[in-house]
């Protein structure tokens, strides 16, 4: 399905330097943009790198990140896992404890988990036997060796100041992909990003299971579930039991599509529960999806599919990268994912965990139905990837943690936003802040003239949104539906800024495609939907958004946020330097083309807001 790649989007931009770099682009609204990244509440403390910042609050009402960190790269020498504390909803911490130390066997992935009793558990991979080398696939040795050993768990008992000195394993049984390891199974490859939950006394958590190392590190994979019927409730920490489950000797592996294999990799399963107590889970594949998995019989068996919007609906895209479900108080859920399918990370494809995207999800006949997406937290370096958060609910407030590999940080996400996700299927109203124009059916008839408002410059951060309901023609050409570009001089009011050709053009290809084209006059990017969503004779909704703080242009067409189909993107990064796309100051309705609505916004509108407006019968 996401194999071939058919449409594509153009960028005609001349960018002065490179996207990893700073930018010296003056963007008042990223100034206050909550979903930028450096507008977090605090940056966590580590030691260089560090890796899966998760948190818990201990019985004083503190909050505990535990984390991987190390004073070199990922996977080197002295890499190890400790705790910080924070007394002030995460705006200061203290110094780092160590959990394991930096001079012992490499310990990583550490996840946390309080008891009943207010113990907090630290559960980790561990190099139990110090080995320097390992082999992969092939037989080579290779140096990384924080991703095998033993599971094992240390507590505290002080509120995550101290940790316990001695270790305790956890055990997990084999499955076949242990057994067909380079080792026979004698050596356990593995790790978890999975923050344990609860349903009853009963504790979860999943876990990856690697079959052998190799291209992109991890060459095979599959999931389990780790299951504890008495670590909430048991104080001598050798009592603990632990199951390996599914039952059987297979894990939970990536998901066919089409009849397509998904292929060897499924790794990063997290679970959740659902009202019924059944389990949920998703894990990153290499197939451009993520797959998703239920149990009704508490972990013994797994349904496994592409994960997707709602039951037998749309599948979400997603790269080889975390894609994290959380269930909240509320019994409400929140998805952390990338909304691309490249199926890799690295190389050509840099940049795609940047920026993040969220759905909202509610349960309903024991499934979950995610909301269509948000762009979330951002980086306006574009090769900065964002990735392992966890999220943390307290005093009525939401925060999320995430980390850059060499950065790690809290933010608060407001809790009408996550609302807004949660209730989008009740949102039929039209978006009224921002309305700077609104054309009805009366205005809109073939030959006639509309004006159009000047709109934000997009390097300045301000965006836009651009509504149109339309029924198109036959299609049996490129049909244009909007075109706001300078055909001849400027008009004297704007004379200085506008240069023949700069606007906006919205068009229709005769294979259904929307195609956009903006042209700042420095650069031009030509985007083609790649899904084919506008049929002739037959009423369209399209809300064109520019969102400049994330510099995300995005479609939403009847109510769905287009995903680019065989394409990788259905969104396009704008260059941090483009500017404005004003043009024409007024627009003649095209033949061929019934329009019923079109409004103009000085801003750019949620997903959820454009969605909205479909369903609000105005259109």
Known sequence: MFRSLLSLTLFFITWPITASHAVDVENKFQETDWRNLANAVAVIPDEGYCDQPYLVVNQEGDWVCVMTTGAGDEGERGQHIVSTISTDNGRTWSPLADIEPADGPEASWVVPVISQSGRIYAIYTYNFDDLRQVKDYTGKLIDRVDTMGKLMMKYSDDGGRTWSSERYEVPMRNFKIDENNIYGGERQFFWSISKPITIGNDLFMGMGKVGNFGKGFMHTSEGCVLKSPNLMTETDPKEIIWETLPEGDMGIAAPALDGIPGGEVADEHNVVPLRDGSLFLTFRTVAGYAGQAYSRDGGKTWETKPLEFNPGGRIIKQPRCL?????????????FFHNNSTTSYGGVVRGNRNPTWICGGVEKDGSIHWSQPEVFLYDTKYFH????????????????????????????VPADFLESLWN???????????????????????????????LNQISAGDGFAIELSFTAGDLTQRQVIFDS????????????????????????????????ILDDVAGQVVHQSGNRVIKPGVRSHVVLNVDAGSKVLSLVVDGELLDGGKKPYGFVRLSPYFNEVNGETEFTIPEDVEFHRLRFYNRHLSTTEAIGNYRAGSI
């Open 485 to 516: 570009r300078l055909r001849n001089r400027p008009p004297p009011a704007h004379g200085a800024r506008l240069h023949r050709g700069q606007g906006i053009e919205i068009a229709v290809l005769p294979d259904g495609q929307i195609e956009v």
């Open 424 to 454: 989008r299927a009740l949102r039929s109203e039209v978006a009224e802040e921002g309305m700077v124009k609104s054309y009805g059916p009366d205005k809109l008839a073939t030959g006639a003239s509309v004006g159009i408002p000047w």
């Open 323 to 335: 894609n994290k479900v959380y269930r909240f108080r509320n019994g409400k859920y929140a998805l």
């Open 385 to 412: 990837g964002i990735s392992y958060p966890d999220w943390l609910e307290h005093d009525g407030r939401y925060f999320i943690s995430e980390t850059q590999k060499q950065i790690a940080r809290i933010h608060e």
